[in-house]
C-alpha cells in the first residue's frame, strides 16, 4: 500500500544527545514536510522540501536539521541545541508546489526528553 | 497578525445540532484551502477540500469567500464521533507551495 511513514512511534532521549527521526513516502510526492505539535496547540512547520537536494526553513527551525537526498526521505534531525524538544513531530507529503494539492500526514513521532 | 486564524473552542453541542466554523487568512495568494480533521493523539487526516464554489460532502459542507479571505465549514445533525479538532490549511503559491496550519478548532458532540 502506499503512504507514508514515521519512525519509530515513540522516542526517549537523554537531555544533551541528538536524535533523528525517520519518514518515508512511497507516494512518488515531490514535497514533504516536517511539523511540531504541542499539548493543545496547532502544527507548527519545521523545515519543508520541494524537490531533492533542496529544503526551506520554516517557522521554527532553530534546533533542527534535514536532508533531502531521496525523494522518498526526509529525515529529522532534533538536535542538543533544540531547548524545549519533548512534542509530537509529524512528517507529511504532498504532490508540490505545482499540484496544490492535499498533504498526506505519516502516525506521527512523540519525543520525550528525559 | 497570523497567516491563518481559527476560533480555537471548544464548541461543545449537542448531538443533531448545527456548528460551523470559520478560518481566516492573511495572504491574498493563498490559492488552496483544506479542512483536516485531528483525533486526540492522532495525526491529522483530509476532511474535505474547499473549492471557489462551495462543495458538500454528506453532513459536510465548505465555503470559501475570497473577498473577506475566510473559508468556512458547516456540519449537520452532529454525531459523537464528530468530536475532534478541525484544522484549516492553507496554501499560498507565492511561499513556495508550503502547506500553512491554523491552530485547530476542538468540537466536543454531547449525548
Known amino acids: 500500500d502506499g503512504g507514508i511513514t514515521q519512525s519509530p512511534k515513540y522516542l526517549f532521549r537523554k537531555e544533551g544527545q541528538n536524535v533523528t527521526l525517520s519518514c518515508e513516502q512511497n507516494?512518488?510526492?515531490?514535497?514533504m514536510y516536517w511539523y511540531r505539535q504541542d499539548p493543545g496547540q496547532g502544527l507548527r512547520l519545521i523545515y519543508y522540501s520541494q524537490i531533492v537536494n533542496d529544503f526551506q526553513k520554516g517557522d521554527i527551525a532553530e534546533g533542527y536539521s534535514v536532508s533531502r537526498e531521496k525523494k522518498e526521505s526526509f529525515p529529522l534531525t532534533v538536535t542538543s541545541a533544540q531547548k524545549n524538544p519533548t512534542a509530537f513531530y509529524l512528517c507529511a507529503s504532498s504532490i508540490g508546489q505545482f499540484g496544490n494539492t492535499e498533504a498526506f500526514f505519516g502516525q506521527g513521532t512523540r519525543l520525550t526528553v528525559v | 497578525r497570523k497567516e491563518v486564524e481559527q476560533d480555537p473552542g471548544p464548541f461543545n453541542v449537542p448531538e443533531g445540532a448545527t456548528v460551523a466554523f470559520n478560518c481566516t487568512y492573511s495572504?491574498?495568494?493563498?490559492?488552496?484551502f483544506f479542512w483536516y480533521r485531528q483525533d486526540c493523539r492522532k495525526e491529522p487526516k483530509l476532511l474535505m477540500s474547499v473549492y471557489s464554489s462551495g462543495n458538500e460532502d454528506g453532513r459536510f459542507t465548505a465555503q470559501l469567500n475570497r473577498a473577506s479571505q475566510y473559508i468556512s465549514l458547516l456540519i449537520r445533525d452532529s454525531k459523537l464521533s464528530d468530536s475532534a479538532t478541525y484544522l484549516c490549511?492553507?496554501?499560498?503559491?507565492?511561499?513556495?507551495?508550503?502547506?500553512?496550519f491554523g491552530q485547530g478548532t476542538e468540537l466536543s458532540v454531547k449525548p
Open positions: 507516494l512518488n510526492h515531490d514535497a
Open positions: 495572504n491574498s495568494a493563498s490559492q488552496s
Open positions: 490549511v492553507v496554501i499560498c503559491k507565492n511561499q513556495g507551495g508550503k502547506l500553512i
